[in-house]
């Protein structure tokens, strides 16, 4: 089964930067299409961006210029980089595999905490 591992998530001051990362183990992993998702207290998760086995990205409304996503295939591995944090960008970040072929996130990693203070 697809595991996703991501690590990378802590303490920074608002304007400061962290890059999140998702480790992904499993059949097919460079063939999937992975999702990064935040979830804050109180507030339904949601989509911050997605990149495409080709490399093809897409970031939520909300992010645009702040959310960079990347990925290593040689290392199984995706990135989210957080630049000039917010307090509001404060939430668990979760990384998300979609099945092959698909374009809906299927499997989930356990999520790393962000926490921006201002």
């Known amino acids: 089964q697809v595991q996703l591992v991501e690590s990378g998530g802590g303490l920074v001051q608002a304007g400061g930067s962290l890059r999140l990362s998702c480790s992904a183990s499993?059949?097919?992993?460079?063939?999937?299409?992975i999702f990064w998702y935040r979830q804050a207290p109180g507030k339904q998760r949601e989509l911050v961006a997605s990149i495409t086995r080709d490399g093809r990205t897409n970031s939520a409304d909300s992010v645009p210029g702040r959310v960079t996503i990347s990925r290593d295939n040689a290392k199984n591995t995706v990135y989210l980089h957080l630049n000039s944090l917010k307090a509001e960008d404060t939430a668990v970040y979760y990384c998300?595999?979609?099945?092959?072929?698909?374009?809906?996130?299927?499997?989930w990693g356990q999520g790393t905490q962000v926490t921006v203070s201002s």
């Open positions: 499993g059949p097919s992993v460079n063939s999937r299409t």
């Open positions: 998300a595999a979609a099945i092959i072929g698909d374009s809906r996130p299927q499997y």
